[in-house]
């Protein structure tokens, strides 16, 4: 029905501005980076920041095809490529974010990992844990990914040493607009959507996120895909 139809549409322009955002951000300081000669221009760089401005480009034309109808957002395009590599070049392109935070990142990507799933989907996954990882960090700051398979299964581990999750929380962190409200949280201004976007992903490409974490010391998202 109506009502029904114009909820769904506010809750996927919610949805979209949060999945836009950051890697806006992250576009922004990478180019400010080569600007300023921290990085080179070559061609892996350039093309990853190609494919994450052709990914953006994506999300705003669903965005537009969005006021007819929203399945397209929510389709899963799949299709089989290097996870190993796609994950790397991720990384790269939140480097400048961490360098400009005294973040130090550990990256344990294990080679040639192939995966049939949707790109676009498990970008965003990546973007949104390794996002909150950073804002979870005060100082001294130490954002682990890492990712590795086994017959049945890939893993995809995000690890901070972070504020951390009470138990309590733990649940409630996935579900929409939740924010825990600390320090952290006014200053960097979420909305409580991305791990509610992530699970739903992650969800829809077969697959299932847990996480473990102690309020002090940091949290550990792993997201287990089917092969
Ligand atoms: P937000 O936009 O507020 O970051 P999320 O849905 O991504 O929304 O996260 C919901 C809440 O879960 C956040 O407000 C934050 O308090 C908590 N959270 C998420 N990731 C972490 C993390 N790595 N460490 C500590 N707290 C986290």
Redesign the pocket.
């Known amino acids: 029905n109506l009502k029904n139809q114009k909820f769904v549409r506010k809750q996927y322009a919610q949805d979209i501005s949060?999945e836009l955002r950051t890697p806006i951000t992250n576009l922004q300081l990478y180019i400010e980076a080569i600007k300023d000669n921290v990085i080179d221009a070559d061609e892996q760089t350039l093309s990853s920041l190609l494919e994450e401005i052709h990914r953006l480009e994506g999300l705003v034309v669903n965005l537009n095809k969005s006021f007819n109808d929203n399945s397209e957002y929510l389709k899963i395009n799949k299709k089989e490529f290097n996870l190993s590599d796609h994950i790397n070049s991720l990384l790269d392109t939140v480097k400048p974010r961490l360098n400009k935070l005294d973040i130090s990142l550990i990256e344990e990507i294990k080679d040639g990992i192939i995966i049939n799933s949707d790109k676009d989907k498990i970008s965003q996954i990546v973007q949104?844990?390794v996002?909150?990882?950073i804002?979870?960090i005060k100082n001294d700051g130490l954002i682990r990914v890492s990712l590795s398979e086994d017959k049945n299964n890939i893993y995809l581990v995000?690890k901070?040493n972070?504020?951390?999750?009470s138990d309590e929380?733990k649940e409630a962190?996935?579900?929409?607009?939740?924010?825990?409200?600390?320090a952290?949280?006014t200053k960097?201004?979420?909305?409580?959507?991305?791990?509610?976007?992530?699970k739903n992903f992650v969800e829809s490409l077969g697959g299932r996120i847990k996480l473990k974490?102690r309020l002090g010391k940091?949290?550990t998202?792993s997201v287990i895909l089917p092969k």
């Open positions: 949060h949104n844990l996002s909150n990882a804002k979870a995000v901070d972070g504020v951390g999750i929380k962190i996935f579900e929409r607009f939740y924010r825990i409200d600390d952290r949280n960097l201004n979420g909305h409580g959507l991305g791990l509610s976007i992530t974490s940091g949290s998202f």
